[in-house]
């Protein structure tokens, strides 16, 4: 079992919609949560991150942990063409050794005009 | 600040090769970390440091090596190139334990 499972998509969706995407993890251990976008040919870049259960606002963004079902959740409000990317969940331990993290697969998000 | 910068950016390699993927910070950050992306896939770590003369395996460490002389460079070795290290790489850095990792642009290579 992986311990970051992420739906690949595509996720398509129109303009102005709620983008709803998921990760769901296999290891209690992990203590903090961090979701990264991706554009095409470039390097991630974190958009949120929380070490606590419960919902974290960031404008257009809302990033949910729920650990006692193991389950991360960002939310896009009001999507713009510009949100289409690929989205990483990523999570770790803060004592692990290097403050490793593990990444989903990404989820690829396209929103149309 | 220019942050994390990769080169090249682009790499056709024979099989058997060799070559050195670059990766320098500006950010007196003491995390560092090498990781592959697959298509469709999420990232795998290959090695990381914690600091200057401090390097250690990660994932998927086999046919790769690293060194860390320095805390602005971390540098990703590869001996003897062959198909299955065609990925597009990334390095990223971090200041300490609580903070986000900052990635590079990524190098993409190709093994033919």
């Known amino acids: 079992q992986k311990e970051v499972e992420q739906d690949p998509g595509p996720l398509s969706v129109p303009e102005g919609a709620i983008v709803s995407l998921n990760c769901t993890y296999s290891?209690?251990?992990?203590?903090?949560f961090m979701w990264y976008r991706q554009y095409s040919r470039k390097g991630p870049e974190l958009l949120m991150y929380t070490y606590s259960s419960g919902n974290k606002e960031d404008g257009r963004f809302t990033a949910q942990v729920d650990k006692s079902s193991k389950y991360i959740s960002l939310f896009i409000r009001d999507s713009q063409p510009s949100d289409s990317a690929t989205y990483l969940c990523?999570?770790?331990?803060?004592?692990?050794?290097?403050?490793?993290?593990?990444f989903g697969g990404g989820t690829r998000v396209l929103v149309k005009p | 600040n220019a942050g994390v910068t990769q080169t090249p950016k682009f790499r056709i390699l024979k099989i058997g090769q060799s070559m050195t993927l670059q990766c320098t910070q500006d950010?007196?950050?003491?995390?560092m970390y090498w990781y592959r992306q697959d298509p469709g896939m999420g990232l795998k770590l290959i090695y990381y440091?914690?600091?200057?003369?401090?390097?250690d395996k990660g994932e998927v460490p086999n046919g790769y090596n690293v060194s860390r002389s320095t805390t602005e460079d971390f540098p990703l070795r590869l001996e003897l190139a062959a198909p299955s290290q065609t990925s597009v790489y990334f390095c990223?850095?971090?200041?300490?334990?609580?903070?986000?990792?900052?990635f590079g642009p990524g190098t993409r290579l190709l093994v033919l």
């Open positions: 290891n209690s251990a992990f203590q903090y």
């Open positions: 990523a999570i770790a331990r803060i004592k692990a050794a290097g403050n490793k993290l593990t």
């Open positions: 440091s914690v600091g200057a003369g401090i390097t």
């Open positions: 950010m007196n950050h003491n995390y």
């Open positions: 990223a850095s971090k200041k300490d334990l609580k903070e986000t990792q900052y």
